[in-house]
């Protein structure tokens, strides 16, 4: 409970510290407020033309003589004197804007842009750029992008002009009518945050999800370091691969670089990190395997048949064509759903992985669900979106916005559990390292400990004829010192160093070590039976951790009792490994007693940790008087 303070604190924190960080990262993903001014722009179908807005006339003008175009009322003007003649429209600009810019979404045409007269902008800058004596050849391409031009600060009260080609092969549309461009200016400053605030949206996930590919391939290159080469760290670095490549395949300016496809490839990309996703899972199930597999093969299968498809070469474009390209959608959402139950079903069966997946996953889907119903009366308007969406995916059978929600929960739900499983091997790992070392040590302490027998025993044995011809001449001379000299002979015999020799190695090491620390320490100790298996149902860190939490703790209550003493007895009884300790522990009314310290407790904790496996009645702790007294029983 003094810990919890402190991790209450820590977390506050931790919390209090990513909050600036968090508003710092996304600042940039929200642009500037666009103040924009539509100063010229065609009429919607079934609206009044509002004649492109006010104060613009539009007109032509040949070696100074200028013809003004009457409007439609539709957005077109005629009056043009022959085919393919340039012709102007110009305007006052009275509109306010900090860092001017023009937008003139001109397709196929080109454009000159003047301003007060002078050139600002042109097409064509081979040409003679005046006003009244150009002629503007049309594009043989449409052009990607409108074309943007900056205006200088002092652009306000100024007359912006624009001389627009037009076909020479025919008369613009019906009647020799002409069609300007849509004209817009605005901010330049705002358009500028956009472009920042568009691939601050773009690169900031897809730097976490590289971010996170790394970490899972370091996490595979140190599986390999430690002899385990296992591939499920690369297939779901894989799927992350796949997740990365789509976003950036959102991009505005992906076409730019990569042209026009046949087929959608953030579709491709996302469909692709699912099927890895569900193939990472199938290497985890070894229980519900088939399930799985079964999904992952369905996703895999449709995926790559609908971007068969969506090439062309196979079908025409119709309803079946359209089935098809929307087939990953229904797959993706019904294996993900398996595989999120097959997840809970694992985890109710103890397998690690998914029960770190699986709480993860309801964790998350409480929190959605709260998120929601707090949403409904303050942000009402995202609260109906998502359940408008949902609903029609149901009614269309389309369900990518069910889909995209269960996947985001999948795939942080096996983050979770790989970083929990990634923590546990590590943790496994140091715990090894902790346990050899121990081992190594008490190995030491076990060949000091025979080493010492051995001389004890070598020096009884070099004494014992002395001992021998003493007593006989003891029986003829002395016979009443015989006793008290046997007695003396019998406290040399039990004070030589008890040692373990049973078929278990590990047994050996931990307790012949173990038992020398607390010969050093005054301590008797006996052995009454001494028999283990070569194998025991526990990992060397576990039986480790087992004998040595029990024997420290015996060492340390009987060091402090008034007759020290230690008694082991381990054997095998029915099918099942016994192995009991007897220790001294003091009188409660001693002035040695001492109230257990918190690595006993630790102790104790960490001994019913292990044996709990087993079952709550295999682990006895009992006290009688003076003697406590530890059993613990592994079936075999």
């Known amino acids: 409970m003094k810990q919890l303070p402190k991790l209450i604190a820590a977390l506050f924190l931790a919390v209090l510290l990513c909050i600036p960080a968090v508003f710092a990262v996304f600042y940039y993903t929200q642009p500037m407020e666009d103040v924009s001014y539509e100063l010229f ?52 600009l009275t509109e306010e804007s900090d860092s001017p810019m023009l937008k003139i979404d001109a397709a196929n045409r080109t454009v000159s842009v003047f301003l007060d007269g002078k050139i600002i902008y042109t097409d064509c800058p081979e040409l003679d750029n005046r006003i009244g004596y150009l002629a503007l050849p049309m594009m ?90 296992t591939a499920k760290p690369l297939v779901f670095a894989l ?20 042209g026009t496809l046949p087929i959608d490839l953030t579709d491709m990309f996302f469909h692709f990190s ?48 359209v089935f098809f390209m929307n087939l990953p959608q229904i797959t993706g959402f019904l294996a993900l759903a398996a595989a999120l139950t097959g997840t809970f079903i694992l985890w109710k069966r103890g397998v690690p992985f998914f029960r770190h997946m699986g709480q993860t996953a309801l964790f998350l889907m409480i929190g959605y669900l709260l998120f929601l119903a707090v949403s409904i009366p303050i942000l009402s308007d995202y609260a109906a979106s998502v359940f408008t969406r949902l609903a029609q995916g149901v009614i269309m059978l389309l369900p990518k916005f069910a889909l995209t929600l269960l996947w985001n929960l999948c795939l942080l739900s096996g983050l979770a559990a790989v970083l929990f499983d990634f923590i546990e091997q590590v943790s496994r790992r140091r715990t090894e390292l902790e346990v050899l070392s121990s081992k190594n040590r008490l190995a030491l302490e076990s060949y000091e400990n025979l080493r010492l027998q051995s001389e004890e025993v070598m020096m009884l044995r070099h004494d014992t004829v002395k001992h021998y ?55 008797e100790t006996e052995i009454d039976r001494c028999d283990a298996p070569e194998k025991l149902p526990l990992s060397e860190p576990e039986l480790c951790s087992l004998i040595l939490n029990i024997l420290d703790n015996a060492i340390n209550a009987a060091s402090v009792s008034q007759k020290p003493l230690i008694r082991l007895d381990f054997h095998c009884k029915a099918q099942h490994f016994v192995f009991s300790c007897e220790n001294s522990v003091p009188d409660k009314t001693s002035d040695n007693i001492k109230t257990p310290t918190p690595e006993h407790r630790y102790g104790l904790k960490i001994i019913r940790q292990i044996m709990k496996r087993f079952g709550d009645n295999m682990l006895s702790i009992e006290q009688t008087g003076n003697i406590y007294r530890i059993t613990a029983v592994i079936p075999l």
């Open 140 to 229: 043989e391409y449409d052009r990607s992008e409108p074309v943007t031009v900056s205006l200088p600060p002092d652009y306000h009260g100024k007359t912006l002009t624009i001389a627009q080609s037009t076909a020479a092969s025919e008369k613009q549309g019906d009647d020799g009518t002409v069609w300007p461009c849509e004209v817009t200016l605005y901010c330049g400053y705002a358009y500028e945050s956009g472009l920042i605030a568009s691939s601050a949206r773009t690169m900031i996930p897809a730097v976490l999800l590289f971010s996170l590919l790394l970490f899972l391939l370091a996490v595979f290159i140190w599986n390999a370091s430690q002899g385990a080469f």
């Open 274 to 321: 699912v099927g890895a996703f569900l193939l990472f899972l199938t290497l985890y199930a070894s229980r519900l395997r088939l399930l799985f597999a079964a999904a992952t093969l369905l996703q895999w299968i449709s995926v790559l048949l609908s971007f068969s498809i969506q090439t062309g070469k196979f079908l025409e474009y119709g309803d079946l064509y």
């Open 41 to 92: 722009q065609f009429a919607d179908d079934g609206e009044e033309y509002w004649n492109g807005g006010d104060g613009w006339t539009v007109y032509t003008e040949e070696a100074g003589r200028q013809t003004e175009l009457v409007a439609n009322g539709i957005g077109g003007y005629t009056g043009l004197a022959y085919s393919g003649q340039t012709f102007y429209y110009s305007k006052e």
């Open 239 to 258: 799927a992350v691969l796949f997740q990365m490549c789509g976003i950036l395949s959102e991009a505005d300016f992906f076409y730019q670089y990569f």
């Open 469 to 523: 011809t003493l007593l006989h001449t003891m029986i003829k001379e002395n016979p009443e010192q015989v006793s008290g000299y046997l007695e003396e002979l019998i406290g040399q015999t039990k004070r030589i160093r008890p040692v373990i020799s049973c078929r278990n190695q590990t047994l050996n090491i931990l307790l012949n070590g173990k038992l020398g620390m607390a010969k050093a320490k005054g301590i």
